[in-house]
């Protein structure tokens, strides 16, 4: 299977410690790209399912040892985007935002 290109981009308020964030995230196998802020490249050998599951997971686990106000993620495998995710504080967890219809 070809490997996937993965880039990552978070948009977070208020993170207190970016530091410890991205320790976690490139112990992860993520890489920094350089002058970006909080923008993420990695490589995946795994299915695209189980790529988005851990692209969540790892930012999830991030995000949660340092406080921040509010996170939003947005991420391209092999250059196709995906849809945007919102952390939600009350689940603890990342969920999809829903994209609103509007009526023509």
Do not use: C, R, W
């Not at 070809?2 to 995230?25: I, M, N, P, S």
């Not at 991030?62 to 995710?85: C, M």
């Not at 939600?88 to 935002?97: M, S």
Request: no cysteine.
């Amino acid at each position: 299977m070809d490997q996937l290109e993965v880039l990552v981009l978070l948009d977070v308020a208020g993170l207190e410690d970016k530091e410890k964030f991205e320790k976690h995230v490139v112990k992860e196998g993520f890489k920094t790209v350089d002058s970006e802020d909080f923008v993420y490249t990695a490589k995946s050998s795994t299915t695209t399912f189980s790529t988005k599951a851990y692209i969540l997971e790892v930012f999830k686990k991030g995000l949660q040892k340092t406080n921040f106000a509010n996170a939003n993620l947005i991420f391209l495998l092999n250059e196709t985007p995906y849809p945007s995710y919102y952390y939600d504080k009350n689940t603890n967890d990342f969920e999809l935002v829903e994209e609103t219809k509007e009526a023509k």
